[in-house]
């Protein structure tokens, strides 16, 4: 009868061998799962961008589209601002008579473009047809104080230029800056301005971004910790997979034990 309660009661900071056994591959495949998840996460287009303007150094938060042109982080791109005066949306309907003006200097051309009338896919072939210069295009909201889209398409294939999504406020405010250029300004292949992208992880963008990153350094210790990589061995914490070696660390006979060498300076 001892014998039989001993078998079936352990103490609480105790568990069985067996039990031990099962739990840990219920950690490792937890941990599993959720490093399979952060690794899908990863490579969800989390990007923001901004149109910046030379002459009056205004910034327009943007958002570049899901297809297309990526745009690289950190990098800049330069163009001319455009717009097609008789198809100010873009739309296939009424491109036949759409002509820009070739930048002197080389620089590539960015055509505005208002939201609707047609797709998003739509408007980036038409500008894609007008000429090989045109490399990016900028689509603004025609819904006032609307939220920043993300443009999609049903089929991206062959669509090997830049767009970005900016807010009826930028985009009008970015018209005015067309209109009001100066002749030599549109001469020279217009309005200049910078097309940029960055992450909000690697370049937060105030508090909120600094929570984020705390967020996902506290996230990866964690699962370090979920799936055992780094666990505790009694008083050695252990950095590592499962079955790695470590080197014990020597206890106060072992350091008593050490043999003492004694070394003589040389004159």
Same mark, same amino acid.
């Given at each position: 009868?001892?014998?039989?309660?001993?078998n079936?009661?352990?103490?609480?900071?105790?568990?069985?061998?067996?039990?031990?056994?099962?739990?840990?591959?219920?950690?490792?495949?937890?941990?599993?799962?959720?490093?399979?998840?952060?690794?899908?996460?990863?490579?969800?287009?989390?990007?923001?961008?901004?149109?910046?303007?030379?002459?009056t150094?205004?910034?327009?938060?943007?958002?570049?589209?899901?297809?297309?042109?990526?745009?690289?982080?950190?990098?800049?791109?330069?163009?001319?601002?455009?717009?097609?005066?008789?198809?100010?949306?873009?739309?296939?309907?009424?491109?036949?008579?759409?002509?820009?003006? %070739?930048?002197?200097?080389?620089?590539?051309?960015?055509?505005? *473009?208002?939201?609707?009338?047609?797709?998003?896919?739509?408007?980036?072939? %038409?500008?894609?047809?007008?000429?090989? %210069?045109?490399?990016?295009?900028?689509?603004?909201?025609?819904?006032?104080?609307?939220?920043?889209?993300?443009?999609?398409?049903?089929? *991206?294939?062959?669509?090997?230029?830049?767009?970005?999504?900016?807010?009826?406020?930028?985009?009008?405010?970015? &018209?005015?800056?067309?209109?009001?250029?100066?002749?030599?300004? &549109?001469?020279?292949?217009?309005?200049?301005?910078?097309?940029?992208?960055?992450?909000?992880?690697?370049?937060?963008?105030?508090?909120?971004?600094?929570?984020?990153?705390?967020?996902?350094?506290?996230?990866?210790?964690?699962?370090?910790?979920?799936?055992?990589?780094?666990?505790?061995?009694?008083? %050695?914490?252990?950095?590592?997979?499962?079955?790695?070696?470590?080197?014990?660390?020597?206890?106060?006979?072992?350091?008593?034990?050490?043999?003492?060498v004694?070394?003589?300076?040389?004159?």
């Open positions: 009868e001892h014998s039989h309660k001993r079936q009661r352990f103490p609480n900071n105790h568990k069985p061998h067996q039990q031990m056994q099962d739990e840990q591959p219920n950690r490792t495949m937890k941990g599993r799962r959720i490093l399979t998840t952060l690794l899908i996460l990863s490579r969800i287009h989390l990007s923001l961008s901004v149109v910046w303007e030379y002459d150094r205004h910034q327009y938060e943007s958002l570049p589209a899901s297809f297309g042109m990526r745009f690289e982080v950190g990098r800049e791109y330069a163009a001319r601002l455009q717009k097609i005066h008789k198809n100010p949306n873009l739309c296939e309907d009424k491109v036949s008579n759409a002509t820009i003006i %070739v930048p002197e200097d080389g620089t590539p051309v960015a055509i505005l *473009a208002k939201r609707g009338h047609c797709t998003y896919e739509e408007k980036a072939r %038409v500008a894609m047809g007008i000429n090989p %210069v045109v490399q990016y295009v900028i689509v603004y909201d025609d819904e006032v104080n609307g939220e920043l889209k993300t443009m999609t398409a049903a089929d *991206a294939s062959n669509i090997t230029i830049g767009l970005q999504f900016v807010s009826s406020a930028s985009g009008n405010d970015l &018209l005015d800056q067309i209109d009001a250029q100066s002749s030599k300004s &549109l001469e020279k292949g217009g309005v200049r301005i910078l097309l940029d992208c960055y992450t909000p992880w690697l370049y937060p963008n105030g508090w909120v971004g600094w929570i984020m990153m705390l967020i996902s350094c506290l996230g990866s210790f964690l699962l370090c910790i979920s799936t055992g990589f780094i666990r505790r061995d009694g008083n %050695v914490l252990v950095m590592g997979p499962h079955g790695s070696s470590y080197e014990q660390l020597l206890t106060d006979d072992d350091v008593d034990n050490l043999p003492e004694e070394y003589n300076e040389r004159s």
